[in-house]
């Protein structure tokens, strides 16, 4: 790949991110996926006191239909286990398949349990935080006062491993730009000002033919 093509790749990959430090919140929702790395460090935000309660959102999406035996939320709650983060202060939500679903979903456990959150962190991966953010703030359905994301702290050429290989980490960076670019019009998510130079790169990115 020209090193080019590369640099607009970590230009899509940057403009996901959004930067929000963590802060004390109620409730860290996991909103899950193929990468249980977001397990572990939504763990360590728990035991660094963030939050009392760890909510996990997540049936099998396209990643891990065939390839979870359990449900994502309840992977990722073996992860969170054996991390340290007790059972009784995870909430379940085994259903959900996309991250409309993560946030609606996952309203009503917190509802079903008595709960009622209004200062939340949420935790995606690095190229899923914008469309998280953007995707709760249109779809969830009670007042809130915070929302924030975060996630695991891991570049580009960091991040493809041997279950997510590269070209996959790029297809999903490339896709989760158009979603932030074509949902708000659809009425998913709410409507989010791309910079011109994140647009060119994506552009070039599909001059390509790449992904």
């Not at 309840?74 to 946030?103: M, R």
């Not at 939340?120 to 709760?136: H, I």
Request: charged content about 25%; overall charge negative; some cysteine.
């Amino acid at each position: 790949m020209p090193s080019r093509i590369y640099k607009h790749l970590e230009t899509l990959w940057d403009f996901h991110q959004l930067g929000h430090a963590p802060q004390p919140s109620d409730c860290i929702f996991i909103l899950c996926s193929n990468d249980v790395r977001v397990a572990e460090y939504a763990a360590a935000l728990y035991r660094q006191g963030f939050a009392p309660y760890v909510m996990i959102s997540g049936g099998f999406g396209r990643f891990t239909q065939g390839q979870f035996v359990k449900t994502e939320a309840e992977t990722f709650a073996d992860v969170l286990l054996d991390e340290g983060v007790p059972e009784s202060a995870i909430l379940l939500e085994t259903k959900a398949t996309n991250t409309g679903e993560n946030v609606t979903f996952g309203y009503q456990i917190m509802r079903e349990k008595g709960l009622d959150f209004k200062k939340l962190l949420l935790v995606q991966k690095p190229f899923m935080e914008r469309r998280a953010y953007a995707t709760f703030i249109k779809q969830w359905p009670g007042e809130w006062e915070s929302v924030l994301v975060t996630s695991p702290p891991i570049s580009l050429v960091e991040y493809p491993t041997e279950d997510i290989p590269f070209d996959m980490v790029a297809e999903a960076t490339v896709s989760d730009f158009e979603r932030v670019r074509d949902y708000p019009t659809q009425g998913f998510q709410i409507e989010q000002s791309i910079p011109a130079h994140v647009t060119a790169a994506y552009d070039e990115i599909k001059k390509q033919g790449l992904w």
